[in-house]
């Protein structure tokens, strides 16, 4: 079975720290992508971050970063200088086509 | 350059009722994708189309449920005689054409509601 799998439903970090999420997943093919999508409460999906699979520099977009680790089939999403809008869900998806997304993660902000 | 559209944004529709969703890609996309969302659930994928063309249905329920990508309009996903089971949040999504599928961007989604 192909799987995302987000083993932290719920995680908090006080502002201006930073905060890691975990995510692992399965595939057998060799070519796909890997996305991070934020959901904050008016429930749009907002694109943060993408990682290409052949390549292995990790992405990183302002206070967002990855650690892909391609073996390990993990993908993981740094925030950095947390900020309050940063709360949302964060799902982490797979695909090359149709995205598989893992369960969420909820992250709460504190001042 | 205006992003996914999504409408309605709330559909109430009572049990045995037709619902019809709708989404209009980005400019200059060709693939669309649609996505159903359960309360306190992931996204599951559905169906995937080009213009005229089915490619991927493998996430569509056999029964009720049907997409289509006509050359001209929007992309339509239409429920026939919803049930309660229905009730969720269905996303849109565009990417732009090639060989190799590009990021999927989302439209703000339609909130199905069924009484």
């Known amino acids: 079975a192909q799987t995302v799998t987000q083993s932290q439903p719920e995680m908090s970090v006080q502002e201006a720290e930073t905060v890691t999420l975990s995510c692992t997943y399965d595939?057998?093919?060799?070519?796909?992508?890997l996305f991070w999508y934020k959901q904050p409460p008016s429930r749009q999906m907002i694109l943060v971050i993408r990682?290409?699979?052949?390549?292995?520099q990790n992405a990183t977009e302002n206070r967002f970063s990855v650690n892909f680790q391609k073996a390990a089939k993990s993908f993981s999403l740094k925030i950095s200088d947390s900020q309050l809008g940063d709360a949302a869900m964060y799902f982490c998806?797979?695909?090359?086509?149709?995205?598989?997304f893992g369960t969420g993660t909820r992250l709460q902000v504190f001042p | 350059n205006a992003g996914v559209m999504q409408n309605p944004r709330h559909l109430v529709r009572r049990r045995g009722q037709e619902a019809r969703l709708r989404c209009s890609p980005m400019?200059?996309?060709?693939?669309v994708y649609w996505y159903r969302q359960l309360p306190e659930e992931g996204l599951k994928f559905m169906v995937y189309?080009?213009?005229?063309?089915?490619?991927?249905e493998s996430g569509m329920p056999k029964e009720r449920f049907s997409a289509e990508f006509p050359k001209e309009g929007p992309s339509i996903l239409r429920i026939q005689q919803v049930v309660r089971g229905d009730s969720a949040a269905y996303f849109c999504?565009?990417?732009?054409?090639?060989?190799?599928?590009?990021?999927?961007?989302f439209g703000p989604g339609t909130r199905l509601t069924v009484l």
């Open positions: 999504a565009s990417s732009p054409p090639g060989y190799f599928p590009d990021t999927q961007y």
């Open positions: 595939t057998s093919e060799s070519d796909y992508y």
């Open positions: 990682q290409e699979a052949y390549k292995q």
């Open positions: 998806a797979r695909g090359s086509d149709k995205l598989i």
């Open positions: 400019k200059g996309h060709s693939h």
């Open positions: 189309l080009q213009k005229e063309n089915i490619i991927d």
